[in-house]
């Protein structure tokens, strides 16, 4: 999965690929978690350094302080406001934690693992983005193309849809106010219909000029991608991304999240709540909330956003997505529980980007009813972390902070708010970040 471009031949990039999946279940064996216990690990999967086509021998001891980082999210999910979580950590480019935490429902017994399946939500922009950078790196459309060029439903007020590019449809920049018909797809109504009535609203802006954070238009972004290949935008990112890079349990449908044979149930709540039902509103705008899967295929996920995999991902596709298109000061007022260090906040294609005490971080945040996601990382570093959850809390999503705190050598804060619970840690985590 991993390889340098040009190394293999494509024979031997399949048997890397398995050599991988094969590596992530030696560390399901040994408990699901490096924590602790590194060396061995790596011991059992140094025999494949030569198939994974990369050295996979820890280059110098790790700046991760994994097991006092396990601790605390064994505190984390002893809250009540938590029923299930999973966490997945690269450090130099290497998987180096993957662990579940607590239960897939809550009151039940069967525990979340590193194979249970969750929901993405809003980080399934980064996959609509990544493929329709991958298209424009192969010449089959360009980023600066009008959208509705290659949107069959999108319409715009004044019809920008022939003035904003496919760049602005990315980087949410087509004139719209944020959020643009979500309760109305929430309610049942058809998504294609819904894209074009926007017509009909009012602009706040000419296409590309402000930013403003959408759904049901960011999905238009499956219908670039089915016009460039001619198949199903599910086809295209299963056949094109997932499977390439080896993350089998990955899917984009309701059925591909409940027929799985460990799921989290969402949940509105906590541990004293009840499940809530998997409605399909989000699956009905894929390109912008629709993906699934476990953790450790979401760990993989991240670790080809940081150049791993660079015959999946280009270098080229990935700079272009990663690239600040425009300023997000609402986004720093959201985030303003970790001012101390987060100076700045952009938006790429499909990503978030931060200025964090100095460092360039990537990353996105989502959450539909009932499940919470998050991705962050330094692509030079090559170190990030990625979690999923099943409960309506905010409160995990000061993990990012605290792994990069220990990764940049920081003054560790209390970012998870163990030590100082307040009302505020039931704070809502915007389904559409």
């Known amino acids: 999965m991993f390889f340098r471009r040009g190394l293999l031949s494509r024979r031997i990039k399949i048997a890397s690929i398995a050599a991988v999946i094969l590596a992530v279940f030696i560390i399901a064996a040994s408990g699901g978690t490096f924590a602790g216990r590194v060396e061995p690990v790596e011991e059992k999967i140094a025999g494949l350094s030569q198939r994974i086509g990369i050295d996979v021998k820890p280059s110098r001891k790790s700046d991760v302080d994994y097991a006092r980082l396990d601790q605390r ?5 002893e809250q009540d406001n938590m029923v299930g979580l999973a966490v997945g950590i690269v450090e130099d480019g290497r998987i180096r934690f993957l662990k579940g935490y607590g239960t897939t429902v809550a009151g039940g017994d069967e525990p979340v693992t590193i194979d249970t399946i ?12 990544d493929m329709v950078a991958k298209l424009a790196e192969q010449d089959r459309l360009s980023l600066r193309d009008p959208v509705g060029r290659w949107s069959s439903s999108l319409r715009l ?6 003035k904003a590019t496919v760049s602005d449809l990315l980087s949410h920049q087509l004139g719209l106010f944020a959020h643009a018909h979500d309760s109305s797809l929430e309610d049942g109504r058809d998504d294609a219909e819904l894209r074009a ?6 602009a706040i802006c000419p296409p590309g000029q402000c930013h403003a954070y959408q759904n049901v238009a960011y999905d238009a972004a499956s219908e670039v991608v089915e016009k460039a290949t001619g198949i199903s935008y599910q086809q295209a990112v299963r056949d094109q991304l997932f499977l390439p890079l080896g993350m089998t349990s990955a899917t ?3 059925d591909g999240l409940v027929n799985a044979e460990s ?9 004293n709540s009840n499940p809530v039902e998997v409605t399909d509103s989000y699956y009905r705008v894929p390109a912008a909330g629709g993906v699934n899967s476990s ?3 979401l760990t993989i996920w991240m670790m080809a956003q940081m150049g791993r995999a660079p015959d999946v991902l280009p270098d080229g596709a990935l700079d272009e997505v990663q690239e600040p298109r425009v300023g997000t000061p609402g986004e720093k007022r959201r985030m303003r529980e970790f001012a101390e260090r987060l100076n700045e906040a952009d938006y790429g294609l499909g990503w978030r980007i931060y200025d964090y005490a100095g460092h360039r971080l990537i990353g996105h945040r989502g959450g539909v009813t009932g499940y919470r996601s998050l991705i962050l990382f330094d692509p030079k570093k090559k170190s990030g972390v990625v979690a999923l959850w099943n409960s309506g809390t905010a409160q995990p999503g000061g993990l990012e902070f605290e792994v990069m705190d220990m990764v940049y050598n920081l003054e560790p804060r209390d970012w998870l708010e163990l030590n100082e619970l307040e009302d505020s840690s039931e704070r809502a985590f915007s389904g559409t970040s």
Not at 157 to 162: I, L
Not at 197 to 202: G, K, P, R, T, V
Request: aromatic fraction near 6%.
């Open 263 to 271: 799921w989290a149930r969402p949940h509105r709540g906590g541990k």
């Open 73 to 77: 999210l064994q505190r984390l999910v």
């Open 252 to 254: 984009l449908t309701r």
């Open 197 to 202: 009535s926007l017509a009909s609203l009012n």
């Open 295 to 297: 953790i450790k295929d």
């Open 157 to 162: 007020p004044a019809g920008n849809e022939d």
């Open 118 to 129: 969750f929901r993405w939500a809003s980080l399934s922009k980064g996959v609509a983005a």
